[in-house]
């Protein structure tokens, strides 16, 4: 028989937590659920659009009655679940339903605080916590005019601009003389006020409430100094208390919410706790994304995997109101050794500060301008060090892309039909439209089913804004780690810890250790699988070619008319006759249509047949031209303008030590595509200064930049050191490549590596520490041995060049093969 599963609570919380487990055991357990509303599951981050007729109870609805039938589950909608006989291990519920439970989850989530003053009792005075509080205000709004919300929180905000657009006249009422204190400091405060006042809103700061007034029903709210204004409708909107009723009455141990331990387990361990009523290690939430980590994490346990821990969250906040930006994260007061970033421009109303702290930044408030929030929380987050970026930190839009965007960094003032993505003509209608009809939660949510920000990935910054104006702080950039892939709940460095440690050397064998959710994998995990463990285990662990993109397969890149491209490897960009006229007879020979200069100083052959790339390869090989790994995640070209052997400006041999760059570093696999260039002097022709590694010739020696790319999001080099050798730049590239392919996440460019872990940390190692340096280089040039073959010779003849044969001719030719045999 399964086990009964009793959940108390059909919130948000508590319902994932359902959700993840039915991912990971759907056949486990028979699942209850007590609910004290009549509804099925709804979306409360969104009842700020509903209280505003900007939705309605169906748009929010993310278990419908029919969900919970067609799962198995049942479900007690209006019934409160009133005791737990934790001896015989069952609940009763407020009419009597009694139901046992072998696990049972508490998922009560928080009353609203109502301030102790005369008149709370009176009609048209409500809180603003669910669906049945924004049903009696919408009433209100219908007969009355003025209404009163106390508390100029982030919820009594969103609260006031629902009523304003109802048509009430809104006053928000604050004990404090800022409003959002928690969340913002005075100046980015002073000016949201400001704005929301140009659009109606009415403010008394420093107010305390005295009374609410009236008969049967409010008519006015009365300060301590004697002043009243008039209300029709007042709204308490002054906080959250965890409910541990129910817990406490059971003696479950509870403190400010119920204590639970890092697997959400409470001190009986039958019973688990997840959501607004939990306190872990101190802390209690009331934001949707740090509880949705809790419940995946309480499933993984439940469901007796056993291997998750909730560690704590940071979080975010964004105010719901349309047309004003406001983003605040981590600590926003400092203390002593605090030092503030500030940045502030009143005639367009931006407000930027960052507060940094042994170089990390520890809490950030931006107004006006938030197009960087998700970037410097995660920032804030994974504790970079930024002593090395602190002067472009709040100048630069780093999640928006510089081309594909029209140049928009703000999507608050954009009408429904703007495009938002350029690639795949998404616009931010029908952008917040699937947020909301969908119930989607994060980026990778919105790219599944919209494919906004899938492609070139230059708009992901403006959808990362359209999420969080749609869902507040309840945007989903807090989850503690991000799994490399659906298939498993470890991130790419756990996986590629796991491999070094318990040495892992075949997909099979990471897959069944780390205990995968599928049994082959997926697009994104085993690509990844694959270089992770070449570059662990090289000369040990055999490529496996099935586990690459098409491109990297077929050793070409494949055009939108199914015919490749070919280019062979330029070294350093200097050619001779020879491999010019070699290149041009293949051209010729195999009517290759467009023949292209690239931009990294090589040629293109495009419009190959797919069955002439061995015959392509082999004609190439025999003029001594290899391939040039234009189609993987590999070095690609090393760029180099003529240097000091015959430019005047010239101070160094540049082509010649691009050369040298390039024959050790060709044929190595990367995270990514990796650029390098070698520029002959400071007016840099070769373009070093937007390359993964540069190097700028000065009279004195060698200038080395990293971390640089062209493309969608310019990124100028940031720079590493200055060096006096050709063998102290080729010992230090070989250094940097090796520490990017070892601690880069799969399908991680350098430049936003660089960004995660901080420069600082690169110069730590790449600079300061020769030792480690030079045990890097030496890894590399290990690794190099056993991958500087070429793939076109390989591929040229024999049973691998049949690969590349059309089905009938390698039938014919098989065909032929079997009549001479029986012939002879």
Known sequence: MKSKLVLVGNGMAGMRAVEELLKLEPEMYDITVFGAELYGNYNRILLSPLLAAEN??????????????????????????????RAKRSVTADDGTNVP????????????????????????????????????????????????VIGGGLLGLEAAYGLQKQGMNVTVVHLLDSLMERQLDKAAAALLKASLEKRGLRFEMEAETKAILGASRVESVQFGDGWEIPADLVVMAVGIRPNI?????????????????????????RIYAVGECVQHRGDCYGL??????????????????????????MVSTKLKVTGIDVFSAGDIVGDGKTEEVLFQDPAKAIYKKLLIKDQKITGAVLYGDTADGARIFQMIRDGIDVSETRDDLLFTHHSVGDSGTAGVSSTTSMTANTEICGCNGVCKGTIVETIVSKQLFTLDDVRQHTKASSSCGSCTGLVEQLLADTLGGDYSVSAAKKSACPCTEFTHDEIRRAIREQELKSIPDVMAFLDWTTSDGCHKCRPALNFYLLCAWPGEYRDDAQSRFINERAHANIQKDGTYSVVPRIWGGVTSPAELKAIAEVAQKYDVPTVKFTGGQRLDLLGVKKEDLPGVWGDLNSAGLVSGHAYGKALRTVKTCVGSEWCRFGTQDSTGLGIKLERMAWGSWHPHKVKLAVSGCPRNCAEATIKDFGVVCVDSGYELHVGGNGGIKIRATDFLCKLETEEEVLEYCGAFLQLYREEAHYLERTAPWIERVGLATIKTVIVDDAERRAQLHARFLRSQS??????WAEHATGEKAMTFMPIDALRQERAGECAEGSTQ
């Not at 479900?75 to 679940?81: D, F, P, S, Y």
């Not at 949707?288 to 969250?313: C, D, M």
């Not at 056993?786 to 793939?791: K, L, N, V």
């Open 245 to 269: 009723d129910l817990a406490k009455s059971a003696g479950v141990y509870c403190e400010r919410g119920i204590v639970v331990n890092d697997s959400l387990q409470t001190y009986d361990p």
């Open 288 to 313: 949707v994304a740090p509880l949705f980590e809790q419940a995946k994490i309480l499933a993984n346990h439940v469901a007796e995997y056993g291997y998750s821990r909730y560690e704590g969250s």
């Open 786 to 791: 056993f991958s500087q073959h070429d793939p």
């Open 101 to 148: 439970y072998d696990r049972l989850i508490l998922a009560t989530g928080s009353h609203p605080f109502m301030i102790p003053v005369p008149g709370i009792e009176l009609d048209g005075v409500v809180s603003y916590r669910d669906v049945d509080d924004v049903n009696k205000m919408l009433a209100s709004a219908k007969d009355h005019t003025n209404a009163v």
């Open 56 to 85: 309605t109870l169906d748009d929010i609805m993310l278990n419908p009655t029919s969900w919970y039938d067609d799962n198995g589950i049942t479900l007690h909608a209006g019934k409160t679940v009133t005791t737990i006989d």
